[in-house]
């Protein structure tokens, strides 16, 4: 599913090179639940940015799907992204005047499918994140967890080939957290490739596999026995 070889990311700061990656490797097996952690400065973020396609490394390799994605240009990598990358934010990312429904159906519309058709999928995946009475309500008329569920049902409408999901739990309160960390274990079991990047262990806890940053590198990797049903 994912696969990169030193992968190293640098950019300036003024008069200052900062190497925010230094020779990654990593292999993310389709259907796996993963979680990355570190410090901030870590490198974690930077990973995740090369990861969802919204940035390029400097030097190395990254395959996606059997796909060389490191030098594409930004064309390109728009298309991969709306293919093969659903995305969850921290900040929820939902456009405040447009309904539960309209923000789900907000990436479909560089797609081929008709209106109805949108509104069709949009509707099952928000019936999918367990809210199908808030079709027509806005974010401001739903909690933060609602808010977090609809943009996961964003991410899913174009049925990617893997979930990135960058702090999605940073908004809300530990009881949230676990129902919005419940939803992605269903969306794995269901054969979804999740990762989630987070500073938190209790959440990296949910993971199969653990991989842990530190100044650019891999510091540590751990397994989790995983019995979620």
Request: charged share 20%; net charge neutral; proline share 3%.
């Amino acid at each position: 599913m994912i696969r990169v070889s030193n992968l190293s990311k640098s950019y300036s700061m003024g008069n200052i090179e900062v190497n925010a990656l230094k020779g990654i490797d990593l292999h993310i097996p389709k259907n796996q639940f993963i979680a990355i952690m570190g410090p901030s400065g870590s490198g974690k973020s930077t990973l995740m940015n090369i990861l969802g396609c919204l940035d390029q490394p400097t030097k190395g390799n990254y395959l996606l799907s059997e796909q060389e994605v490191s030098t594409l240009n930004d064309d390109q990598l728009a298309a991969v992204r709306n293919r093969s990358i659903g995305f969850v934010f921290q900040t929820f990312n939902l456009q405040a005047r447009r309904s539960a429904l309209e923000n789900v159906m907000l990436p479909l519309r560089f797609s081929n499918c008709s209106k109805k058709e949108a509104r069709e999928r949009a509707i099952n995946m928000l019936m999918c994140v367990g809210l199908g009475d808030r079709f027509h309500h806005r974010p401001s008329e739903m909690s933060g967890g609602q808010r977090q569920r609809v943009a996961i049902a964003r991410a899913l409408i174009n049925n990617p080939a893997i979930i990135l999901a960058d702090e999605p739990t940073g908004n809300l309160d530990s009881k949230t957290s676990d129902e919005i960390m419940q939803l992605f274990h269903q969306l794995h079991n269901e054969g979804q490739t999740v990762v989630v990047v987070t500073h938190e262990d209790d959440i990296a806890q949910h993971a199969q596999r653990v991989v842990i940053l530190k100044d650019g590198l891999i510091l540590e990797e751990r397994m989790h026995a995983y019995s979620y049903c």
